[in-house]
């Protein structure tokens, strides 16, 4: 963001000025640590930047520490400040802020993050009603609101650990993420109130289970973990499931079973076409009609569960399928635990 100084110079003269200016703009910002640079035009002499930093800068910086009762701080401030000497404005930096929780998704119409038109990518277009997304809502839309609106944000940005698809349920303990929060005036926040709110409008969609203070570094442990998870599922036959075939689910109950997946077809248009070697066990099963059973597994991080229930015409090698020698499909599938 970028401010235009009402001065035609900026010198030791009019420091207070400047100063007072500066604050007015910046009052309404939450800041601990702030830090003054100068820009300057190409060709300037050394000596006379290196002159003008200890004359002008130094005492701007002063001053406006005491304006503002915060420290300097030249590492990682909360607030950085820089002057165009040339072009007699100064722009400003945010140091984002970052949140981590854990959602649980209880409704199957609900995606994790914002699902853009795939022709418009966002813009608008006639195939997506000029809304320049797909007719899902988001977690990360229905986070946005309150999140943004308390801390006078200028956008979110949603990283979460993995994701489930749309019509897949988030159970347990919930699924990590981290918000990140571009340009934020406010930094000091109340996050249990945010909670109670987001909580309050969303019941029986979605829920957070926690809202926490934290820095990038946590962006990036959240991405790179790799955690198996325990999965319930419904898988329906095309035919009755006879009660001697559920004796091969008996066989390898427990045990741990290695499959081999080719990338599936759904996911084929985005994803490398490479076989994952995957390991699975399965904890229990029961028959809940003629042609239905519920099974309870847990699955290394990246296997594909519903594609291991319908063999994915053969790309995943064994599949429930093929155990069972029946045609399988995945009803509805759950994550219980993420472990």
Known sequence: ?????????????????????????????????????????????????????????????????????????????DLSLIVDI?????????????????????????SQ???????????????????????????????????????????????????EDIDVRMLGNGRPFVVELIGPKKRNVNLQNIVREINRSNENKFELVDLQYCDKAKIVEIKNSKHDKKYCLIAESDKAIEDSSLDNLKNILNRELVIYQRTPIRVSARRSDVVRRKKISLISFE????????????????????????????????????????NLLCKELDVLEII
């Open 86 to 110: 040339n072009k007699k404005n100064f722009s400003i930096y945010v140091r984002p802020v970052y949140l981590f929780g854990r959602y649980k998704k209880y409704s199957r119409e609900i």
């Open 113 to 163: 993050t914002v699902f853009y038109c795939p022709y418009c990518k966002g813009r608008g277009c006639l195939k997506c009603n000029m809304k320049g997304k797909l007719n899902y809502i988001s977690i990360e839309e229905l986070l946005r609101d309150e999140i943004l609106t308390c801390f006078e944000a200028e956008r979110l940005v949603f990283h979460g650990a993995g994701r």
């Open 1 to 77: 963001m970028k401010f235009k100084l009402p001065f035609e110079k900026i010198d030791e003269n009019n420091l207070d000025n400047i100063a007072e200016y500066i604050f007015e703009k910046l009052k309404d910002y939450e800041f601990s640590s702030f830090m003054v640079g100068f820009s300057f035009e190409k060709g300037i002499d050394e000596n006379i930047k290196k002159d003008f930093r200890r004359k002008i800068q130094y005492n701007l910086t002063k001053k406006l520490s005491n304006l503002f009762s915060v420290s300097v701080n030249y590492n990682n401030p």
């Open 287 to 326: 028959k809940i009609d003629e042609r239905s059973i519920r099974v309870v597994l847990v699955a290394e991080h990246g296997t594909y569960i519903k594609e291991f229930v319908s063999s994915d015409n053969g790309r995943t090698k064994p599949s429930l399928s093929s155990i069972l020698g029946l």
